[in-house]
């Protein structure tokens, strides 16, 4: 009875030993990983399609480049219910795209931090039908359920004009038009006046980069804390955002697990999604 006993006692100590050490690994990863997974991936400098499959296989919905994907793989892409979104860069024009030479002579300037990048013309009407015609036409026949609209700042930075104004709300109205989504990456001034012309029915939210952390340098992928200041206007025009009936997306540049837990806290008591990559390219590669 007693040899009995202790062979007893000696099984107990194993599992619940075994018990602890996978309820901390459990943690561990959690810590790295799953906590700040919140089921929506944004992977425009991903054009690898099994790549993509791999990275995003928890999220329910991605932001994908869709101009490098087949339909085959939109549809692959879209099964469970899952919904994708495509970039589209309505407010500058992109060295590699194969229309750049069409439209150079449409660049009004350098994009700072972006070298094969230029802020071009939106008020010009060719631009317009092209990108918001050819381009999101293109994309809504592969499949996809909305777009994530790139550089509305645009209309910031040149002096807010009405013209500049003018011709992304012409976009974005074409882009509507196709009954998908319609998601506003950044262009925070260019959605405040839709906002205040009570002109948002054309949008159906937001994507804010960089809420709770900026990047500091772009090619080494260095970032640091948001300022106090730029953090409190971003919540303040969030707020606005979200009472006006837009949903409400956050993309964040950080590897510090404060910063990330702030994140997390933030979105779930705002009702936010959210997501945070180690890198700027946004290529899916780990942290």
């Not at 439209?103 to 070298?115: Q, R, T, V």
């Not at 809504?140 to 040149?158: A, L, Q, S």
Request: hydrophobic fraction near 30%; aromatic fraction near 14%; charged fraction near 30%.
């Amino acid at each position: 009875m007693k040899q009995i006993s202790k062979i007893g006692i000696s099984v107990l100590l194993i599992f619940l030993l075994t018990l602890f050490s996978a309820e901390v690994i459990s943690v561990r990863g959690q810590d790295t990983k799953n906590s700040y997974d919140d089921g929506y991936g944004v992977y425009i400098g991903l054009d690898d399609y099994k790549t993509l499959k791999k990275v995003s296989v928890k999220d329910d919905i991605i932001v994908i480049d869709g101009q490098s994907f087949t339909s085959g793989q939109i549809k692959k892409l879209k099964s469970g219910g899952r919904r994708v979104y495509s970039y589209i860069d309505v407010g500058s024009l992109e060295t590699y795209r194969p229309y750049y030479k069409k439209f150079k002579k449409l660049i009004l300037d350098s994009y700072e931090n972006w070298p094969d990048e230029y802020w071009i013309d939106v008020s010009d009407r060719s631009w317009q039908n092209y990108i918001a015609g050819k381009i999101a036409g293109n994309l809504v026949k592969k499949g996809v359920d909305g777009f994530f609209v790139d550089n509305c700042d645009v209309y910031y930075v040149y002096d807010e004009s009405d013209a500049m104004y003018k011709g992304l709300l012409n976009i974005v109205k074409k882009l509507d038009g196709y009954g998908g989504d319609v998601i506003i990456n950044g262009g925070d001034v260019f959605v405040t006046r839709l906002i205040n012309d009570k002109k948002t029915d054309f949008i159906d939210g937001v994507n804010q980069e960089c809420v709770f952390s900026r990047i500091t340098d772009y090619e080494n992928d260095v970032f640091k804390s948001q300022t106090k200041e730029e953090k409190k206007y971003f919540k303040s025009y969030l707020s606005k955002v979200k009472k006006n009936g837009l949903d409400v997306y956050l993309l964040e540049y950080t590897r510090n697990k404060s910063v990330k837990k702030k994140i997390k806290s933030y979105c779930s008591s705002n009702g936010f999604r959210y997501f945070i990559s180690g890198k700027v390219s946004l290529d899916g590669s780990a942290e």
